[in-house]
T-cell receptor, first 113, second 108 residues
């Protein structure tokens, strides 16, 4: 069966520091991968999605970036965090791009202070 | 702007009663519809998907879709305290758009 791993579970970072969140999927090949952010009191916001290695689409222009160095690995990064980057970050995968069910990782609660 | 609207709640329902959660969407060409359950501090969990008009039942859950009215709902029968969570409606055409969720509270 397929599983998705996301880490760390919680992170407290100062403003201006870098960020790296990692997500890996097991039990499937060539998954579509997504990064979402859920801010307090707000809905799920799609940040990036990827249909293959090295293929990244950005939904929201901001100081975040994403990379997919391997088929089942998705990384979210920032060179300098802002206060507004605080939120619950969720990695997800699907079998077909946007036309299939999404399965989420356990999430990372990021607090930027 | 494609939107998915949900009442934020909280919706309070007595234990054993039917909880009814509603969702409307703006894009008429939407093809797929999903309900996710999210406990506080946890990630969303898919509980129902529906693709055609009518009802779809899975255990205590029933999803209802009316494409003409651009309306999708989730019924939870015999509500249990463990059903207390936020329920997210998601709609797909070329992108998956999530509503902000409805908080459901089951009263023991």
């Amino acid at each position: 069966s397929q599983t998705i791993h996301q880490w760390p579970a919680t992170l407290v970072q100062p403003v201006g520091s870098p960020l790296s969140l990692e997500c890996t999927v097991e039990g499937t090949s060539n998954p579509n991968l997504y990064w979402y952010r859920q801010a307090a009191g707000r809905g799920l916001q799609l940040l990036f999605y990827s249909v293959g290695i090295g293929q990244i689409s950005s939904e929201v222009p901001q100081n975040l970036s994403a990379s997919r160095p391997q088929d089942r690995q998705f990384i979210l990064s920032s060179k300098k965090l802002l206060l507004s980057d605080s939120g619950f970050y969720l990695c997800a995968w699907s079998a077909a791009i946007f036309n299939e069910k999404l399965f989420f990782g356990s999430g990372t609660q990021l607090s930027v202070l | 702007q494609k939107e998915v609207e949900q009442n934020s709640g909280p919706l309070s329902v007595p234990e054993g009663a039917i909880a009814s959660l509603n969702c409307t969407y703006s894009d008429r060409v939407s093809q797929s519809f999903f309900w996710y359950r999210q406990y506080s501090g946890k990630s969303p969990e898919l509980i129902m998907s529906i693709y055609s008009n009518g009802d779809k039942e899975d255990g205590r859950f029933t999803a209802q879709l009316n494409k003409a009215s651009q309306y999708v709902s989730l019924l939870i029968r015999d509500s249990q305290p463990s059903d207390s969570a936020t329920y997210l409606c998601a709609v797909n055409n070329d992108k998956i758009i999530f509503g902000k969720g409805t908080r459901l509270h089951i009263l023991p």
